[in-house]
């Protein structure tokens, strides 16, 4: 029979990272859910004033979650789509140009099952440049999607990934390079 030690205590928040993160989840209540896409303005403007980094002309959409703004930075012209969850206990980085689209989920953090309390662990997420991460996709702990990627919809990354290649799946997989076409639309 495998000894359990209950008596070990995990590491708690800091008093002040408590008080943020009340403060943070009044105002996510109170703006997220129930302003349309127009007012995104007004969400990148609370996301800085506790601590988000985001670039000009970016675009948070309505019903989005970022459990700590000061670990998300969003690159120039970044957009998180409807309902996208970003949950970052660690840093999670959008690079410039790069869609989170709707219902997806940016998960820095899981917990350590080989321990007999489950500690929280975490890592941060990098969504490099000109990336697209379709609906509903699922990106772990620790990952890097590289330039140019995209990640197809429901897909779940669980490694890095090489850049400008298309990945689809659960778990996803390599499908084939991504190439951009100069054709006019």
């Not at 459990?67 to 969003?74: A, C, I, N, Q, S």
Request: aromatic fraction near 12%; hydrophobic fraction near 45%.
């Amino acid at each position: 029979m495998t000894k359990v030690n209950l008596g070990v205590k995990q590491k708690n928040w800091s008093t002040r990272i408590k008080i943020a993160r009340v403060l943070w989840l009044a105002c996510q209540f109170i703006y997220w859910p129930i302003f349309p896409k127009m007012f995104s303005p007004v969400r990148i403007f609370v996301a800085r004033l506790f601590g988000a980094e985001i670039g000009k002309g970016c675009l948070i959409s309505k019903g989005v979650k970022i459990w700590m703004p000061w670990h998300l930075k969003m690159g120039d012209y970044a957009s998180l789509g409807v309902n996208v969850e970003v949950y970052n206990f660690a840093k999670v980085t959008i690079g410039s140009h790069s869609c989170v689209s709707q219902y997806s989920y940016l998960c820095s953090a899981s917990h350590d099952y080989t321990n007999s309390i489950h500690p929280l662990i975490y890592k941060n997420i990098h969504i490099e440049d000109q990336c697209w991460i379709a609906a509903g996709a699922f990106i772990g702990p620790g990952v890097t999607i590289n330039s140019g990627c995209v990640i197809g919809a429901r897909a779940v990354v669980t490694k890095n990934t090489d850049a400008w290649f298309v990945y689809a799946g659960n778990p996803a997989v390599k499908i084939k390079p991504r190439q951009i076409s100069d054709a006019p639309v």
